[in-house]
Nanobody, 115 residues
Framework: QVQLVESGGGLVQAGVSLRLSCGAS????????VGWYRQAPGKQREWVAL???????TVIDSVKGRFTISRDNAKNTVYLQINSLKPDDTAVYYC?????????WGQGTQVTVSS
């Protein structure tokens, strides 16, 4: 069974950076659309960054210039680099991998930003 395992979240102060990781248990990252989503307390889950199998990237306007999605095909891992963290970035962050027969979600990693 293919699984995604996330890591990298934590409790941090505003202004610092984090890099979230999402590792796949099989070689699907390179052939898939990969994305990061987040769900803040009391809010619906929203996408924040997407990357196609061809390498095209997009992020939501509210995080442009601070969030960067990337992947390492050799490691079957997707990353989300978050710079200049803000309290509004507090949420559970989920990765998603869509490709072929798969539509997989990670278990989520909590990011809490204190002011």
């Amino acid at each position: 069974q293919v699984q995604l395992v996330e890591s990298g979240g934590g409790l941090v102060q505003a202004g610092v950076s984090l890099r979230l990781s999402c590792g796949a248990s099989t070689n699907i990252v390179s052939i898939s659309t990969v994305g990061w989503y987040r769900q803040a307390p009391g809010k619906q889950r929203e996408w924040v960054a997407l990357m196609t199998s061809g390498g095209s990237k997009t992020v939501i306007d509210s995080v442009k210039g601070r969030f960067t999605i990337s992947r390492d095909n050799a490691k079957n891992t997707v990353y989300l680099q978050i710079n200049s963290l803000k309290p509004d970035d507090t949420a559970v962050y989920y990765c998603r991998v869509q490709g072929g027969p798969y539509d997989l979600w990670g278990q989520g990693t909590q990011v809490t930003v204190s002011s």
